[in-house]
């Protein structure tokens, strides 16, 4: 029997390529975003997921056509950069709105349906730099925690169901985020290291990987029969090895490795 997949943020990056690899190989997708991208072989419908309301619509017309879910990819996202005291509560508050709010708005609406088949999985797009508060990203770092911290919580509480959910952090992608990030005002007094941190951080996204290359892997956790870890990671070997050298190293020689790197 085919499956069911439901992919939020599919206009382009990420979400687009994962949409067309999981239509070309015969699955049933559908796409959440508020706008229909040209390039899209799936069905889009348009829905802006911080609005509860838009979401239960997109929902219906979904199970018009199928009466399954078997993967929710809780893909849309925005990244955000400035210092911690220039940013504004709006743009706060819309950071997180869409980093966190909108995919427990998708999740909310997708479990009643996987809880009738007892199966399913969920996955939540996150990133690596949710383990560490990365300098002009400390908002961006925060949203992508709190999902993380919601998809801890959301396993014991389906524990006792067929139901499963994780994250995947992912590290440094081709995509275009840098255009869509929000930015904050830079204040004078961080005018200087900002520039040099914005810099870089524009180079790793633009020798970050190819968007393409997660579909495989996402269509192997949705196949595979044992159950899925809290979390994988994705990415850069040496943006991988930093979660690990986090743990093991005193926070004030990890600090000074990340000021480093960021040219700070």
């Not at 029997?1 to 690899?21: D, E, H, P, Q, R």
């Not at 017309?61 to 400035?82: C, H």
């Not at 909108?102 to 969920?122: D, F, Q």
Request: proline share 3%; hydrophobic share 40%.
């Amino acid at each position: 029997m085919f499956k069911t997949i439901i992919i939020t943020g599919t206009s382009s990056g990420v979400g687009l390529a994962l949409g067309n690899y999981f239509h070309e190989k015969g699955y049933l997708v559908f796409g959440l975003s508020r706008s229909i991208p040209e390039k899209a072989q799936f069905k889009t419908i348009p829905t802006d997921i911080t609005q509860k309301e838009e979401v239960k619509s997109a929902f219906r017309q979904i199970l018009e056509q199928t009466e399954r879910i078997d993967l929710l990819i809780n893909n849309a996202g925005k990244g955000m950069v400035g210092a911690v005291e220039d940013a504004t509560q709006e743009e706060i508050l819309g950071l997180f709105t869409l980093n966190l709010v909108a995919a427990v708005n998708t999740i909310s609406e997708t479990l009643p349906v996987m809880r009738k088949e007892n199966k399913g999985k969920i996955i939540n797009i996150s990133s690596i730099g949710s383990v560490m508060g990365l300098p002009f990203r400390g908002f961006y770092s925060a949203s992508k925690s709190s999902l993380d911290m919601v998809t801890e919580a959301l396993r014991y509480e389906l524990k006792n169901t067929g139901i499963e959910v994780c994250t995947i952090n992912l590290g440094d992608v081709q995509t275009n985020i840098a255009e869509n990030r929000i930015r904050s005002k830079i204040s004078e007094i961080y005018a200087y290291d900002f520039e040099k941190v914005y810099d870089r951080m524009n180079i790793d996204v633009n020798t970050g990987f190819d968007p393409k290359e997660l579909a495989p892997f996402i269509e192997k956790l949705l196949l595979q029969k044992s159950r899925l870890k809290p979390h994988y990671f994705f990415g850069a070997f040496i943006q991988k090895l930093s979660i690990w050298v986090k743990l093991i190293i005193p926070q004030k020689w990890f600090e000074k490795i990340i000021a480093k790197y960021s040219g700070i």
